[in-house]
Antibody, heavy 115, light 107 residues
Framework: EVQLVESGGGLVQPGGSLRLSCAAS????????MNWVRQAPGKGLEWVSY????????YYADSVKGRFTISRDNAKNSLYLQMNSLRDEDTAVYYC????????WGQGTLVTVSS | DIQMTQSPSTLSASVGDRVTITCRAS??????LAWYQQKPGKAPKLLIY???SLESGVPSRFSGSGSGTEFTLTISSLQPDDFATYYC?????????FGGGTKVEIK
């Protein structure tokens, strides 16, 4: 059974940093590209970042470019999102999801940016 | 970036109704379109991919159609479990983009 489990969310002050993790199981993680998608409270879905299976290709949404860094460790079946210079508008539930068609999602981890 | 426009934003319907949601892309995305269902407090669930392919385990009352810039999601006979918010998403190119969502409410 495919499982994606996010962790690392929490309350952080504006300008602070946070590192999210996504633990994958039930499939050959190293064969699949991965994404981070977020959802602000009461709002729609927003794609955040993409990383290819080998980490050779990475994309970011303009809203996070230069502040967020996506990475993965295929040996540990894990995906990461390093978030720096956090802003109020980064407050959201962050999901990791597999492939461009987003066929599997984690349960999400809440990031709250507030003073 | 490709803009995705969904309509309506809210839809009131009764059990047994046929429901249609429309999604329009700002440029051609061929058939690289997916539909998701999301319930409160839960992650989105993939329903349809490649515009009209039903994801495994999804009831056959869900169907998708369209190509290019115009797409529809149809629920042939609305069931109590179907009251949720639905999103379209293009994966023709990065940045991935989503429609604004359609909330299907009980009439």
């Amino acid at each position: 059974e495919v499982q994606l489990v996010e962790s690392g969310g929490g309350l952080v002050q504006p300008g602070g940093s946070l590192r999210l993790s996504c633990a994958a199981s039930g499939f050959t993680f190293s064969s699949y590209s991965m994404n981070w998608v977020r959802q602000a409270p009461g709002k729609g879905l927003e794609w955040v970042s993409y990383i290819s299976s080998s980490s050779s290709t990475i994309y970011y949404a303009d809203s996070v470019k230069g502040r967020f860094t996506i990475s993965r460790d295929n040996a540990k079946n894990s995906l990461y999102l390093q978030m720096n210079s956090l802003r109020d508008e980064d407050t959201a539930v962050y999901y990791c999801a597999r492939e461009a068609v987003l066929d599997y999602w984690g349960q999400g981890t809440l990031v709250t940016v507030s003073s | 970036d490709i803009q995705m426009t969904q309509s309506p934003s809210t839809l009131s319907a009764s059990v047994g109704d046929r429901v249609t949601i429309t999604c329009r892309a700002s440029q051609s995305i061929s058939s690289w379109l997916a539909w998701y269902q999301q319930k409160p407090g839960k992650a989105p669930k993939l329903l349809i991919y490649k515009a009209s392919s039903l994801e495994s385990g999804v009831p056959s009352r869900f169907s998708g159609s369209g190509s290019g810039t115009e797409f529809t999601l149809t629920i042939s006979s609305l069931q109590p479990d179907d009251f949720a918010t639905y999103y379209c998403q293009q994966y023709n190119s990065y940045s991935l983009t989503f429609g604004g969502g359609t909330k299907v409410e009980i009439k």
